[in-house]
């Protein structure tokens, strides 16, 4: 079902200098003026220089941001701070951390993937995407003509039969490390044997692609397919083998193996007026058993769970545990049309029946979005600053992601939390 190819990927100076940390960053989405200012200061020619360029957003304007990147971009092409590899490859990336005690290592191949549109069934989304952030990453590929970072995508390897591959070609030293601020350790290693290309290859060919990390970039990518065939057809143009522009380049995990960790993203939130905690609690309660918090970490109640439940702060430091009433029928109590599987989700459940209908915060309108803060750390989030209530939740399950993409549905607005994240700067592929 996809097709994937090797490609030469653009690098940073590999051959001199293998350890890259001043010149990578995080995914451009989550780096704000100051820590990119940071990286900069570390190196000029960090990674945020042309994915994270400065300047006006409008494109019309002379020496805009993406104008500004393309010159970037081409200067360190020709004058070597990135050079193209010797020859196509795939590219396995190993990444180290230690989670919660334990030693943990996620891996994953780095290939061109032909693009398909969503409603072909073979790559699949999760999460919508917003057209304004669509069309700075479309300007940003114009001006560079260059994917800049790799999509995180998921394919199913329940036999494991990527694990031999990924040790053979593990065997040399590592083309690329970088260490990022939370000491998560990213190595990249060259694949150019043509009995693995072809098996991983073949086994990506019977799967589908779940996107987990990146879906405005791949909308960008196929946006920009598509307006590059039409200019090539305008003008007449024919090519004698795909051209760059119908792949994307993605980093491929194997949804099976039991170091990829989905962590949650907790939610504070703002009431519209003055917040009345007695009102809110026994509103809650009418679709939630509310109860004293057990002894103990409040994620060990969530863990024990059997039904969608979240640890509940107000402001005033009351903390409670709120279980879904076994009574509750979520098919009528969420009356929007979707299925099951996506009604049960524990972050459509607080949608639909807490952070609506008791906060009047609603998908898609900005002016009540401004009242939900998304939190990655739960102590963070308990802290309750500047917020009337913390929702601390657990985890979307791989099973649910799954489930929910292949029935066509996407899940509302921060379902899912990849950790680690995929360093940006690591690997580029240039189009041109």
Not at 38 to 62: E, F, H, K, Y
Request: proline share 5%; with cysteine.
């Amino acid at each position: 079902m996809a097709f994937i190819k090797p490609f030469a990927a653009t690098m940073y100076r590999h051959a001199s200098n293998p350890n890259i940390t001043k010149l990578v960053a995080p995914p451009y989405d989550v780096i704000g003026p100051e820590l990119r200012e940071r990286l900069i200061a570390g190196d000029p020619d960090n990674v945020v220089a042309v994915d994270l360029p400065q300047g006006s957003s409008d494109a019309t304007v002379p020496g805009n941001r993406y104008e500004r990147a393309g010159e970037i971009w081409r200067e360190w092409r020709s004058s070597g701070i990135v050079v193209d590899d010797q020859s196509e490859a795939f590219y396995v990336l190993e990444q180290m951390w230690e989670h919660e005690g334990r030693h943990v290592r996620r891996r994953a191949f780095v290939a061109a993937v032909e693009l398909y549109a969503f409603s072909e069934g073979v790559v699949l989304p999760h999460e919508r995407t917003l057209p304004k952030h669509v069309a700075d990453r479309l300007d940003l590929t114009r001006a560079c003509a260059a994917n800049l970072s790799q999509i995180f995508s998921l394919f199913s390897d329940a036999a494991g039969e990527t694990d031999g591959i990924f040790d053979a070609a593990m065997h040399g030293e590592a083309l690329l490390s970088a260490t990022d601020a939370d000491g998560v350790v990213s190595r990249v290693w060259a694949l150019r044997d043509p009995a693995s290309i072809l098996t991983l290859q073949d086994l990506v060919a019977e799967k589908q692609l779940f996107i987990a990390d990146g879906h405005h970039r791949y909308t960008t990518a196929l946006a920009y397919r598509d307006e590059r065939r039409a200019a090539d057809a305008a003008a007449g143009i024919e090519h004698a083998v795909r051209p760059a522009y119908d792949f994307t380049m993605m980093a491929l995990v194997n949804m099976d193996d039991p170091d990829l960790i989905v962590l949650p993203t907790h939610r504070q939130v703002r009431a519209e007026g003055a917040f009345d905690a007695a009102a809110f609690w026994k509103r809650l309660s009418l679709h939630f058993d509310i109860i004293e918090l057990p002894s103990g970490h409040p994620a060990a109640a969530l863990a024990s769970a059997q039904r969608t439940s979240f640890v509940v702060k107000t402001a005033d430091g009351t903390m409670r545990l709120a279980t879904l009433r076994s009574d509750v029928d979520l098919a009528s109590a969420i009356p929007v049309e979707a299925s099951a599987a996506w009604k049960s989700l524990d972050v459509t459940v607080l949608q639909e029946l807490v952070l609506g209908p008791l906060f009047g915060i609603i998908p898609g309108d900005m002016s009540t979005l401004e009242r939900l803060t998304f939190v990655k750390d739960a102590h963070d989030a308990m802290r309750v600053d500047d917020a009337d209530v913390a929702f601390i939740m657990n985890s979307t399950r791989m099973d649910q992601l799954r489930e929910v993409a292949l029935g066509g549905e996407t899940m509302p607005q921060k379902s899912t939390y990849f950790y680690p994240k995929l360093l940006s700067g690591v690997i580029f592929r240039s189009m041109d």
